[in-house]
Structure formats: structure tokens, C-alpha cells
């Protein structure tokens, strides 16, 4: 799970398997494959968000999830949606501190 302030309410990000069973048929992501996951395209940000707000709150709708995506916070909001899909599969989750300008989360994602 990752926790993010979205729309002005603080937001937990989570992908129990409902949620990846969900992003599969409905957006074609599969977070099974994670390594064949494009973390950089703006579509598939957008349902990854979408589908990481699910278990909190089912009726979010792909609508919002793009209201809240901003390019000021694209950064944030990837390593975010990374953190808490790392998470859900048993992977240990490093925070990034405002020092710290390499990531645990980072690493472990496949590169572009």
C-alpha cells in the first residue's frame, strides 16, 4: 500500500487481486507481467492510478484518476503507484527521503 494526497483527500493505493483482475479486463494491464509494464505511458499511468484507488473506493472512475494526474506530480504519483504494486506482490518497498535520489522502487522496475 502507498499512501497519496489526491483532489485534496489523502488516498491509499493498494492491488489486492481483485483490482489487478479488473485492470486486466478492462484496460488489457496485466501486473502479473509487471516487467512488460510501461510505467512512462501516460495510458497506462492513468489506469494503474484508476485501478490502485479500487479497493479503497470502488466507484473512483478512470475520469478522476486522470483529474488528479498532473505533470507537476507525475514523478510522485508513478513512484507512488510502483511502491504500492511492489507492495501487494511481497516486495520490500523503500521510501524515497528528500535526500535520497535513487530509489528501491526504481531498481526494481524494468527500465525503458
Do not use: C, H
Not at 77 to 106: F, H
Amino acid at each position: 500500500m502507498s499512501d497519496l494526497t489526491l483532489g485534496g483527500e489523502p488516498r491509499r493505493l493498494s492491488y489486492p487481486f481483485k483490482s489487478v483482475k479488473r485492470l486486466k479486463m478492462e484496460r488489457g494491464v496485466n501486473l502479473l507481467k509487471l516487467k512488460e509494464v510501461d510505467f512512462l505511458d501516460p495510458v497506462t499511468m492513468s489506469a494503474l492510478l484508476w485501478a490502485g484507488l479500487l479497493a479503497e473506493r470502488p466507484e473512483t472512475t478512470e475520469a478522476e484518476a486522470d483529474g488528479w494526474l498532473d505533470m507537476t506530480r507525475f514523478g510522485e504519483i508513478t513512484s507512488a503507484v510502483a511502491d504500492a504494486i511492489l507492495a501487494s506482490q511481497g516486495a520490500p518497498v523503500v521510501p524515497l527521503t528528500t535526500t535520497d535520489t535513487s530509489s528501491a522502487t526504481a531498481a526494481a522496475l524494468p527500465s525503458a
